[in-house]
C-alpha cells in the first residue's frame, strides 16, 4: 500500500469547514484513498473513500487532486463532536485479499468552541 | 443494518489467564479481522479471516488466536496474558465481494486490562 503523510495536529472552529490535506504522492492507479475518524476510546469509523472524481456523503466531502498524489477531506461544518484522530489510507478497493488497512498516525483534529 | 458488535466491552484480567472476545459482523460480511491498539504502538493487524479460514496473521506470538464460525461470527483468544496485552481490542468486518466492495468496518472494540 502506499503511504500518506498527514500533519501531525490542527485545530478548527465550530461551525467552520475543516479542512484535511493528507499526502499520498506513491498511490496507484488503482488505489483509493480512505478515511477513518477515530473517536477517544471508540473503534475507527468510516468517513468516506474515492478514486478520482470528488466525493461527497452525508459527513464529509473528499477532494482528490486531478494527478492523485494529495487529498483533502472536508468537514463542512465542524461541530465539538468532529474531535477526533482522522487517519487517511490508501489501497485497493476492491480485492477479494485486500483485507488489511495500516494506519499511521492520523491527524488530531480539536474543534473548539 | 447492525453494525459489528463486540463483547464484552470492558474486562480485566490477571497476569496468566486467558480471555476469549467475541465479534459479530455486519450480516453478508464474510471477513473479519482483529486489530490491537495500544498508546506506544497504535492499531496493528492481529489475523483475519474468510469463510472460516485463517488467511493471514500478523507479527504477534502464538498466544493470540482465533477462529470463525459458519455464521462468520468470530473470537479471539488471548492465552497467558501478559501485562502488555493490556489494549483496546478492535474487530472489523467487510463483505469483499465485487458488488459491495471491500470498505472495512469497525466496532466499538473490547478494553482489555491485565493486571
Known amino acids: 500500500d502506499a503511504k500518506t503523510t498527514q500533519p501531525t495536529s490542527m485545530d478548527c472552529a465550530e461551525g467552520r469547514a475543516a479542512n484535511l490535506p493528507c499526502n499520498h504522492s506513491t498511490i496507484s492507479g488503482n488505489e483509493y484513498v480512505y478515511w477513518y475518524r477515530q473517536i477517544h476510546s471508540q473503534g475507527p469509523q468510516y468517513i468516506i473513500h474515492?478514486?478520482?472524481n470528488n466525493e461527497t456523503n452525508e459527513m464529509a466531502s473528499l477532494i482528490i487532486t486531478e494527478d492523485r498524489k494529495s487529498s483533502t477531506l472536508i468537514l463542512p461544518h465542524a461541530t465539538l463532536r468532529d474531535t477526533a484522530v482522522y487517519y487517511c489510507?490508501?489501497?485497493?478497493?476492491?480485492?477479494?485479499?485486500?483485507?488489511?488497512?495500516?494506519f499511521g498516525a492520523g491527524t488530531t483534529v480539536t474543534v473548539r468552541a | 443494518k447492525a453494525g459489528v458488535t463486540q463483547t464484552p466491552r470492558y474486562l480485566i484480567k490477571t497476569r496468566g489467564q486467558q480471555v476469549t472476545l467475541s465479534c459479530s459482523p455486519i450480516s453478508g460480511h464474510r471477513s473479519v479481522s482483529w486489530y490491537q491498539q495500544t498508546p506506544g504502538q497504535g492499531l496493528q493487524f492481529l489475523f483475519e479471516y474468510f469463510s472460516e479460514t485463517q488467511r493471514n496473521k500478523g507479527n504477534f506470538p502464538g498466544r493470540f488466536s482465533g477462529r470463525q464460525f459458519s455464521n462468520s461470527r468470530s473470537e479471539m483468544n488471548v492465552s497467558t496474558l501478559e501485562l502488555g496485552d493490556s489494549a483496546l481490542y478492535l474487530c472489523?468486518?467487510?463483505?469483499?465481494?465485487?458488488?459491495?466492495?471491500?470498505?472495512?468496518?469497525f466496532g466499538e472494540g473490547s478494553w482489555l486490562t491485565v493486571v
Open positions: 489510507i490508501v489501497r485497493v478497493a476492491v480485492r477479494s485479499n485486500d483485507y488489511k488497512l495500516s
Open positions: 474515492g478514486l478520482k
Open positions: 472489523a468486518s467487510s463483505p469483499l465481494d465485487r458488488s459491495s466492495g471491500n470498505t472495512i468496518y
